[in-house]
């Protein structure tokens, strides 16, 4: 990063989890291993940046899987110190609502103004999260059990799609009738979610209709997977929207993997236009995990010389700072 523009983003997928339904933490944690000295250099030289050139080292301190984070927490504290530069911590979370902030070269991406509200939905988290600048953040509402992406990853398995089950999902959801079948929609309080009911209700439809067909799910997949999305869209948009009505801020936000989601992007712009909000949806290369939205918040703590110190420890449960 210079400044919040993007010099350079490489990934490096893990297609090996794909074998077995679900994130496996050892193998996440050895491919992080194997990848993560290459992944640096690649990304310098793309930048056209020199090691030496580099003001600080930013890492992701949690929360996350703890063997994953344990080797970018000790790769970044050995490249800072061998570079005498600060080292510079980052909530994982806080660098998915920043991805807004993100600049390309010759290119400025719109940025939701203070304060904004922003969802948060990925494979471990839904929150809704007011916004009131880069290092204040504040909960407003959050799953009490199963996030969205766990839900979609969840049914897609016991559908016998495939994992991940977001992008499946998603592309059998375009060709489906979102109205054909109806699931549970869980009746919690203020604006907390819930996705364990839905997941439930979601097995034992499932189970009855194979029961009566064993080749059910193959003849209505695209109309499951539509029905399904549009229950989990409906039940993330109604908490939202009262998240508005509350605040009063109108200026809303979504962030996190979920977030590339077609049906879920459709229903901003839906909102936007039928509620008056001002809506910002990120590239769909900002939405699952990525180096660029930790750059974007090392930014904004480089400027106010927020370092953190050597010893920093990485955790894995700690939702927001």
């Given at each position: 990063m210079q400044g919040t523009t993007l010099l350079s983003n490489v990934t490096a997928s893990q297609k090996v989890?794909?074998?077995?339904?679900?994130?496996?933490?050892?193998?996440?944690?050895?491919?992080?291993?194997?990848n993560v000295l290459?992944?640096?250099?690649?990304a310098l030289k793309q930048a056209g940046v020199k090691k030496e050139q580099l003001s600080a080292i930013a890492f992701t301190r949690g929360p996350g899987l703890m063997g994953s984070l344990l080797v970018g927490v000790n790769f970044a504290k050995g490249f800072a110190r061998a570079l005498n530069i600060p080292l510079i911590d980052v909530n994982h979370l806080q660098g998915h609502v920043m991805a807004h902030f993100?600049?390309?070269?010759?290119?400025?991406?719109?940025?939701?103004?203070?304060?904004f509200l922003c969802l948060l939905v990925s494979g471990g988290n839904s929150q809704i999260i007011k916004v009131n600048s880069y290092d204040d953040m504040e909960i407003l509402g959050q799953t009490i059990d199963d996030a969205a992406g766990e839900a979609i990853d969840k049914c897609s398995k016991v559908m016998g799609l495939g994992y991940p089950g977001g992008p499946i999902i998603d592309r059998l959801a375009r060709q489906g009738n979102p109205k054909a079948y109806k699931f549970s929609e869980p009746h919690i309080p203020g604006l907390d979610y819930s996705f364990s009911g839905l997941k439930t209700s979601f097995l034992y439809s499932?189970?009855?209709?194979?029961?009566?067909?064993p080749d059910f799910v193959e003849h209505h997949k695209e109309d499951i997977?539509?029905?399904?999305?549009?229950?989990?869209v409906d039940i993330l948009m109604k908490k939202l929207k009262l998240a508005v009505?509350?605040?009063?801020?109108?200026?809303v936000a979504v962030a996190g993997g979920v977030s590339a989601?077609?049906?879920?992007?459709?229903?901003?712009?839906?909102?936007?236009?039928?509620?008056?909000w001002t809506v910002y949806i990120p590239k769909f290369s900002y939405t699952t995990d990525n180096a660029a939205m930790i750059g974007c918040v090392a930014s904004y703590k480089l400027k106010d010389k927020d370092y953190c110190s050597i010893d920093a420890p990485a955790y894995s449960k700690v939702t927001m700072k």
């Amino acid at each position: 990063m210079q400044g919040t523009t993007l010099l350079s983003n490489v990934t490096a997928s893990q297609k090996v989890h794909e074998a077995y339904g679900g994130v496996v933490p050892e193998l996440a944690s050895r491919a992080h291993q194997q990848n993560v000295l290459p992944v640096v250099d690649q990304a310098l030289k793309q930048a056209g940046v020199k090691k030496e050139q580099l003001s600080a080292i930013a890492f992701t301190r949690g929360p996350g899987l703890m063997g994953s984070l344990l080797v970018g927490v000790n790769f970044a504290k050995g490249f800072a110190r061998a570079l005498n530069i600060p080292l510079i911590d980052v909530n994982h979370l806080q660098g998915h609502v920043m991805a807004h902030f993100i600049d390309e070269p010759e290119q400025e991406n719109p940025h939701p103004p203070f304060p904004f509200l922003c969802l948060l939905v990925s494979g471990g988290n839904s929150q809704i999260i007011k916004v009131n600048s880069y290092d204040d953040m504040e909960i407003l509402g959050q799953t009490i059990d199963d996030a969205a992406g766990e839900a979609i990853d969840k049914c897609s398995k016991v559908m016998g799609l495939g994992y991940p089950g977001g992008p499946i999902i998603d592309r059998l959801a375009r060709q489906g009738n979102p109205k054909a079948y109806k699931f549970s929609e869980p009746h919690i309080p203020g604006l907390d979610y819930s996705f364990s009911g839905l997941k439930t209700s979601f097995l034992y439809s499932l189970q009855k209709w194979v029961e009566d067909d064993p080749d059910f799910v193959e003849h209505h997949k695209e109309d499951i997977a539509a029905s399904l999305e549009w229950t989990i869209v409906d039940i993330l948009m109604k908490k939202l929207k009262l998240a508005v009505k509350q605040t009063g801020i109108k200026h809303v936000a979504v962030a996190g993997g979920v977030s590339a989601n077609n049906g879920l992007r459709n229903a901003f712009n839906d909102y936007a236009k039928r509620f008056g909000w001002t809506v910002y949806i990120p590239k769909f290369s900002y939405t699952t995990d990525n180096a660029a939205m930790i750059g974007c918040v090392a930014s904004y703590k480089l400027k106010d010389k927020d370092y953190c110190s050597i010893d920093a420890p990485a955790y894995s449960k700690v939702t927001m700072k």
